[in-house]
C-alpha cells in the first residue's frame, strides 16, 4: 500500500508569489490534515479535509486556503508569501472513524527568500 | 495554557539504559494518544498508539497513560543511538471529526 504522497519535495519562492501544494492520501483514506513545521512552533495544524469538506481550521491567515477533490487528494494554497511562511508542510491522512491515527507524507520544504 | 504539553529537551540518556518521555495535556475529553518519532530534516512516524488506561508494550517501546492525572508517557528500554530523534506526542478527541494536536516533542540524545 503506497503511503502519503506529498509533492514537490522542495520549492523556493519569493515573498509575495503564491504557491501550491499537492498531497495524495494513503488509498482509502478520506481526512487529510495539514500542518506548518517551524523550528520555532512545532507542528502547527492548519486544516483538516474529509470528503472534499474543511472540517476543523487552525489560526492560520486567510492566505492560507486548501480544498480536497472528490479522489481525496489535496490541495494547500498559500498567496502572497511572507518571509515567515518558509517551514516544512506536513500532509496527513488519516482512516475514517474515531480515535484514528495520522500517517505523514515526507512534506515539502517552502524557502521564501 | 498549550493543549499539549512536552519537554523541549535535549534529553540525554547513555545507550543501553531506559528513556523516559513525558506528555500531559488539557482537554479532558482526549480520548487517543499518539507517539511519533521524527528524525532530522525527516517527517513524523507513528510508533505508539494508546487508547485506555494503563500500560501498552511493543518492543523497546511502552506507552503509559493515566486519563485521571491527564498524563501520557514513553519508555524506551535499551536505548540504541538509533533512537535519537525528536519524540512528538499527540491526542485527539472523542469524535471522529476531532483534530490530532502535537506537543513540540522532546529531542532525545542517546550517548555511546
Known amino acids: 500500500k503506497a503511503g502519503v504522497t506529498q509533492t514537490p519535495r522542495y520549492l523556493i519562492k519569493t515573498r509575495g508569489q503564491q504557491v501550491t501544494l499537492s498531497c495524495s492520501p494513503i488509498?482509502?483514506?478520506?481526512?487529510v490534515s495539514w500542518y506548518q513545521q517551524t523550528p520555532g512552533q512545532g507542528l502547527q495544524f492548519l486544516f483538516e479535509?474529509?470528503?472534499?469538506?474543511?472540517?476543523n481550521k487552525g489560526n492560520f491567515p486567510g492566505r492560507f486556503s486548501g480544498r480536497q477533490f472528490s479522489n481525496s487528494r489535496s490541495e494547500m494554497n498559500v498567496s502572497t508569501l511572507e518571509l515567515g511562511d518558509s517551514a516544512l508542510y506536513l500532509c496527513?491522512?488519516?482512516?475514517?472513524?474515531?480515535?484514528?491515527?495520522?500517517?505523514f507524507g515526507q512534506g515539502t520544504r517552502l524557502t521564501v527568500v | 495554557q498549550k493543549e499539549v504539553e512536552q519537554n523541549s529537551g535535549p534529553l540525554s540518556v547513555p545507550e543501553g539504559a531506559i528513556a523516559s518521555l513525558n506528555c500531559t495535556y488539557s482537554?479532558?475529553?482526549?480520548?487517543?494518544f499518539f507517539w511519533y518519532r521524527q528524525y532530522s530534516g525527516k517527517s513524523p512516524e507513528l510508533i505508539m498508539s494508546?487508547?485506555?488506561?494503563g500500560d501498552k508494550e511493543d518492543g523497546r517501546f511502552t506507552a503509559q497513560l493515566n486519563k485521571a492525572s491527564q498524563y501520557v508517557s514513553l519508555l524506551i528500554r535499551d536505548s540504541q543511538p538509533s533512537d535519537s530523534a525528536t519524540y512528538l506526542c499527540?491526542?485527539?478527541?472523542?469524535?471522529?471529526?476531532?483534530?490530532?494536536?502535537f506537543g513540540s516533542g522532546t529531542r532525545l540524545s542517546i550517548r555511546p
Open positions: 499527540a491526542t485527539t478527541g472523542y469524535s471522529s471529526a476531532s483534530k490530532i494536536i
Open positions: 494508546i487508547y485506555s488506561n
Open positions: 479535509y474529509f470528503s472534499e469538506t474543511q472540517r
Open positions: 488509498s482509502g483514506h478520506r481526512s
Open positions: 482537554d479532558r475529553v482526549s480520548q487517543s
Open positions: 496527513a491522512s488519516r482512516p475514517q472513524g474515531a480515535l484514528t491515527e495520522a500517517f
